[in-house]
Nanobody
Framework: QVQLVESGGGLVQAGGSLRLSCAAS????????MAWYRQAPGKQRELVAV???????NYADSVKGRFTISRDNAKNTVFLQMNSLKPEDTAVYYC???????????????WGQGTQVTVSS
């Protein structure tokens, strides 16, 4: 079974930084893309950042210039460095990995359990 485990969440003051980690039970190079999502209370889950198997990245406009997604293939871990945090960044952050199953070309998606990030004013 593929497992993704997030860690690194916590409480931080506005302007501070946190680094989230997502450890995968399989090589992250086997994923077409890995991403971070977040969901704040009462809001829909939103895409925060994506890194493709080739290393290209994309970010939500709200976090551009502040967040950086990266990976360490040797450790099967993807990171989300969050700087200049704002109260509106408060949410549960989820790691996501997507893989294409060759047998039927289906798109498989895996999720971590989530880690809470709280940014105080």
């Amino acid at each position: 079974q593929v497992q993704l485990v997030e860690s690194g969440g916590g409480l931080v003051q506005a302007g501070g930084s946190l680094r989230l980690s997502c450890a995968a039970s399989i090589g992250i190079f086997t994923f077409d893309a890995m991403a971070w999502y977040r969901q704040a209370p009462g809001k829909q889950r939103e895409l925060v950042a994506v890194i493709s198997s080739g290393g290209s990245t994309n970010y939500a406009d709200s976090v551009k210039g502040r967040f950086t997604i990266s990976r360490d293939n040797a450790k099967n871990t993807v990171f989300l460095q969050m700087n200049s945090l704002k109260p509106e960044d408060t949410a549960v952050y989820y790691c996501n990995g997507k893989r294409t199953q060759v047998a039927d070309s289906s798109r498989l998606s895996y999720w971590g359990q989530g880690t809470q990030v709280t940014v105080s004013s």
